[in-house]
């Protein structure tokens, strides 16, 4: 039943997505198409956000994480986020239910997707990881797929979005560190993974710029 709710979701809302998103893609290395479930690891702009990586992973089932307070804005939203399959994330309850659930979800095969900062950032200016994510990759082994986007959506705008090549944490994890160290270490280098996505776009962009002015 949820599968059949998200493709009634993509296929109707496909025109206002090209209108509204306008999106352009640029890749590190550009994917082969995967059978593999994966972590999708993003900066946050926008509620919105989620509805991107829909259509940009349009041949994949997603099932975002959700904090609580997205639950609470009203009951069509409510009812959007059940029927997607959305993972939620109580914060305040300090309940972690949301790790196993996300693990259950990557063994099934399907994508989560996880906006690491925890909240929108007031000026959209990246702010720290949690590391809930790590624990999730090393428990199931699952490659990260690094994103950044702009958070450029509406009329006149265009959203860019930089996708970054497999990570799989497992291999850069260091037995000679404790657990809390290889955590740390692992979750500043997804984050400083996806700055260098936003320092790659932001070149781009100028390459162009100044070739424009020539």
């Known amino acids: ?3 059949l709710f998200i493709w009634f979701v993509k296929i109707t809302g496909f025109i206002p997505y090209l209108f509204y998103f306008r999106t352009k893609r640029y890749y590190v290395n550009k994917l082969k198409k995967r059978k593999h479930a994966a972590l999708l ?12 990586y829909l259509y940009i992973f ?11 307070i997205l639950y609470k804005k009203n009951k069509f939203l409510t009812f959007f986020l059940k029927m997607i399959g959305a993972i939620r994330v109580d914060r305040d309850l300090f309940d972690f239910s949301f790790i196993e659930k996300s693990i259950d979800t990557l ?3 399907e994508d989560v997707l996880i906006f690491p900062e925890g909240r929108i950032p007031d000026d959209k200016k990246m702010i720290e990881f949690k590391s809930s994510f790590v624990e999730i990759a090393l428990e199931t082994d699952t490659p990260i797929i690094p994103l950044y986007t702009n958070g450029s ?3 006149k705008k265009r959203a860019k979005v930089v996708i970054g090549e497999e990570i799989y944490l497992s291999r850069l994890y260091d037995n000679n560190l404790t657990k809390k160290e290889n955590i740390d270490y692992l979750t500043n280098y997804v984050r400083n993974t996806i700055v260098n996505l936003e320092e790659k776009l932001y070149a ?4 162009k710029e100044n070739s424009t002015n020539m």
């Open 204 to 207: 781009i962009e100028q390459k």
């Open 41 to 52: 690891i993003s900066n946050h702009t926008a509620v919105m956000d989620f509805a991107l």
């Open 1 to 3: 039943m949820k599968k």
């Open 58 to 68: 349009h041949n994949r089932t997603i099932r975002p994480l959700a904090a609580e």
């Open 153 to 155: 959506y509406g009329k």
């Open 107 to 109: 063994n099934k095969g």
